[in-house]
């Protein structure tokens, strides 16, 4: 296959052992009387509770035999049953979302202050209807077969259906051991934490298909890491982030069970996610795995171009963190691209490079081409030919998007045939000039193209400045100008109103999560709080956000950071 060119801070302390929470009883089904799932009883004086439950997960795919929570090769099943571990002392609520919280949960801003409320946050009580579940799974990860990995520090625990009829997965990361935790203690320590809650609600305000955050809960638990792996252990704060996803499953969902040779219980998992995910298409469809994965193939390349186009390097790209419904999950060591490189790595662990940002695309066809082994067994010899010409369709599916959104950027209406030397040509002067991808695109949008034709751009557009410094800027400008003098009907105001509206003023760079998390480790939690609010609106220029510099020159000491695995 030929390689794709990729061009309000909230602390309410309680304690882990506070009274008060909802009991749910009622099972889902009669051969599983044991587990509680259904309609909730209240047992104390507090906020309405969200109605959630685990029985369709339960219902329609096998569950671990064995009941005791010890790390062990599971066989047979999804998801094993195991409890969440409180955090030890007292937790607090750092921070919450509030667009989660009131549009995706339907609930009032006022359970933010119920101490039960953050009780249910961090795991040490339950929802009603919840049945805490940790998904097996494995993965490619770097390139190899890594054998079972699941959910080691999170739990699932159950759907919730809200009144526009969406239905969200909520799960704990950070909440204790699982039968799949190998050699890790379950936790999440609070720098991750930070950086998961942030990106995913910044990734949404982006237009970038994602996992979503409702919360960040911390403690004073000890948690010790070898935070770059190089012999020095510290001791860290334990934290939980509950999370929101359509649905967790990802490509090595499938894969463990067809490396496992469980071919029925892939086929049961394959109908469940066509027939509760992929509505267009008919479960009755002798093609139906074909199709499923024809779609899969679209959507990732869709999902990696918008990752392009806001300069976002995932950092581990593994089969395990890539999701069957081609939304962004597990937010470890990513980066957004401060000076344009398409070998940006923000992961220190990545020695090779391999998830560079300009790599992405590939490791994409290369993931896709593991969950294509993953159905083979499934597959009659014909639809494993129309499943590979499919994926020999990707890297055209990709580039055509990647276009689509760079055209975007620039504001460019229709397509002409000199576009895509157009937008290489800029990429190649970011490249060369050291230029700052989200600034030099925000600030074409802001400078007019009388300014750009009479070469006055000033110091203040400061990665315009730096571009304009290349000795073959004028000759971009030119052709830059000649294309959109082209476009009839339109005008220089509607440009920056287009341009406007797809490129944002402010990202999550890693100096800014930084920053934030240095504040947090002293119980400080207003600059999460400040970021949470800024990146709700990212296409908008903010007064906080200018005086907070985030639409500067980053800091010297920006360069220094390093970001790792360990979380």
């Known amino acids: 296959m030929s ?13 882990a052992g506070a009274s008060g929470f909802w009991e749910p009883v009622q099972s889902c089904r009669k051969d599983r009387s044991a587990l509680t799932c259904s309609r909730p009883k209240w047992t104390c004086s507090a906020p309405p509770p969200l109605k959630i439950t685990a029985c369709r997960l339960l219902d329609s795919l096998p569950l671990d035999e064995v009941k005791d929570n010890f790390v062990r090769t599971v066989k047979r099943c999804i998801f094993s049953q195991c409890q969440p571990t409180p955090l030890k002392g007292a937790v607090h609520l750092a921070a919450i979302s509030k667009d989660v919280l009131e549009d995706i949960l339907d609930l009032d801003e006022s359970v933010m202050h119920s101490k039960d409320f953050v009780q249910f946050l961090s795991g040490a009580r339950l929802f009603p209807g919840s049945i805490p579940l940790a998904h097996r799974y494995g993965g490619h990860q770097f390139g190899h077969w890594a054998g079972q990995l699941g959910d080691g520090r999170a739990h699932l625990l159950g759907e919730y259906t809200n009144r526009k009829g969406e239905r969200w997965e909520l799960q704990l990361k950070g909440s204790g051991k699982t039968p799949y935790s190998r050699s890790g203690d379950g936790r999440a320590v609070l720098r991750s934490s930070v950086r998961e809650f942030l990106c995913s609600e910044a990734m949404h305000f982006l237009n970038v298909p994602t996992s979503r955050a409702l919360s960040l809960v911390v403690s004073e638990e000890a948690v010790w890491r070898d ?8 001791r860290e704060r334990g934290a939980v982030v509950l999370r929101l996803a359509p649905s967790w499953f990802r490509i090595g969902s499938l894969e463990i069970l067809a490396k496992a040779g469980e071919l029925d219980v892939l086929r049961t998992l394959l109908n469940f996610v066509i ?61 957004f691209m401060e000076t344009y490189n398409p070998n940006f790595v923000p992961n220190s662990s990545d020695d090779e490079g391999r998830y560079s940002i300009g790599a992405q695309a590939n490791v994409g066809l290369f993931n896709l081409q593991k969950l294509l082994e993953a159905l083979h067994p499934v597959l009659s010899s014909d639809q494993r030919e129309q499943a590979e010409q499919i994926l020999r369709e990707y890297p055209q599916i990709y580039r055509r998007r990647f ?22 040509f800029l990429l190649k002067l970011m490249e060369d000039s050291g230029a700052d991808f989200t600034m030099t695109f925000r600030q074409l949008s802001e400078v007019t193209l009388l300014q ?24 971009w400008v030119s052709l830059y100008l000649q294309r959109l003098r082209s476009q009839s009907g339109d005008s220089d105001e509607y440009r920056q109103r287009r341009m406007r509206a797809a490129n944002p003023w402010y990202v999550l760079r890693n100096w800014m999560a930084e920053s934030a998390i240095r504040k947090a480790e002293n119980n400080d939690f207003s600059e999460v709080e400040l970021l949470q609010q800024i990146l709700t609106k990212p296409f908008v220029k903010q007064e906080q ?11 010297a000491w920006a360069s220094e950071l390093r970001v790792s695995c360990s979380s």
């Open 3 to 15: 390689q794709v060119i990729a061009l309000t801070a909230l602390v309410i302390s309680v304690s």
């Open 227 to 234: 935070r770059f792996y190089n012999g020095s252990v510290k």
């Open 275 to 335: 027939e509760q995910h992929f509505a267009v298409i008919k479960p009755s469809d002798p093609n139906k795995y074909v199709a499923f994965f024809s779609v899969v193939v679209n959507e990732t390349a869709h999902m990696i171009a918008k990752w392009m186009s806001v300069g976002f390097a995932h950092g581990v790209c593994n089969t395990d963190n890539f999701s069957l419904l081609s939304i962004t999950i597990d937010y470890g060591p990513f980066g």
């Open 403 to 424: 276009h689509e959104l760079f055209k975007g950027k620039l504001g460019l209406l229709g397509d002409e045939d000199d576009d895509v030397y157009l937008i290489a």
């Open 452 to 475: 750009l034709q009479n070469s006055s751009v000033t110091q203040a557009m400061w990665a315009l400045w730096d571009l304009s410094s290349h000795e073959y800027f004028s000759d």
């Open 545 to 555: 956000a200018e005086s907070a510099g985030y639409s500067s020159r980053p800091p």
